[in-house]
């Protein structure tokens, strides 16, 4: 079956350190995207990619990095300049934007000390 | 700017009740509507979605919703719900022509024995 997986579901690390969260899909999907979710706040877009070596800022960019290597591959580091990164991860994918709808993977939570 | 607004961000309801999970939402050009359901700590799962045309929109698990331009509005119905329909509800809307996906803050619904 195709879908999006995250790996790993739970990260912990000591402040000041960088993260790697990694989403791998198959679903052939050309558009990736990064959102955190903290509790009663919603999903917010951090990054997204419409296709392979692209990708623009969302709308809390600040401390994060991705890349878009490969169709399948999209990345996400929480650097050290992030200042709450402590939050729950979701990846997701689109055959295109606006009228397709959003897959999403299973997400990871991340705790930083 | 677009924004979208669940004013319930909890609705407590007995099992085999009808409920009604209200999505707002503003946006000066059109728009693209979505309904995701949450399980605790899993992703996001597409329920339904309205991209044109009947603006009665059925979707999976016996869900259904509304779409009224004049309101603004897309609200989310089930005629009876299960024990197991307890999760955490998310409307969302997509700008036309854009990989612009602005979520609302989500409604828990509980479903009580």
């Known amino acids: 079956d195709g879908g999006i997986t995250q790996s790993p579901k739970y990260l912990f690390r000591k402040e000041g350190q960088n993260v790697t969260l990694s989403c791998e899909q198959n679903?052939?999907?050309?558009?990736m995207y990064w959102y955190r979710q903290d509790p009663g706040q919603g999903l917010r877009l951090i990054y997204y990619?419409?296709?392979?070596?692209?990708?623009q800022k969302g709308d809390i960019a600040e401390g994060y990095s991705v890349s878009r290597e490969k169709k399948e591959s999209f990345p996400l580091t929480v650097t050290s300049a992030q200042k709450n990164p402590t939050a729950f991860y979701l990846c997701?994918?689109?055959?295109?934007?606006?009228?397709?709808?959003?897959?999403f993977g299973n997400g990871t939570r991340l705790t930083v000390t | 700017a677009q924004s979208v607004t669940q004013l319930d961000s909890q609705v407590p309801v007995f099992e085999e009740a009808p409920v009604e999970l209200r999505c707002n939402y503003s946006?000066?050009?059109?728009?693209?509507l979505f309904w995701y359901v949450q399980y605790p700590n899993q992703g996001l799962q597409l329920l339904l979605k309205?991209?044109?045309?009947?603006?009665l929109v059925k979707g999976i698990n016996g869900f259904e919703a509304e779409f009224n331009k004049s309101q603004t509005s897309f609200h989310l119905r089930k005629p009876s719900v299960h024990i197991s329909d307890t999760a955490e509800y998310f409307c969302a809307v997509s700008l036309s022509g854009t990989y612009k996906y602005i979520f609302g803050t989500g409604t828990r619904l509980k479903v009580l024995a």
């Open positions: 990619s419409q296709i392979v070596n692209d990708f």
């Open positions: 946006s000066s050009v059109s728009v693209y």
């Open positions: 309205y991209l044109s045309g009947s603006t």
């Open positions: 679903l052939n999907h050309d558009a």
């Open positions: 997701a994918s689109s055959i295109a934007g606006g009228n397709s709808p959003l897959h």
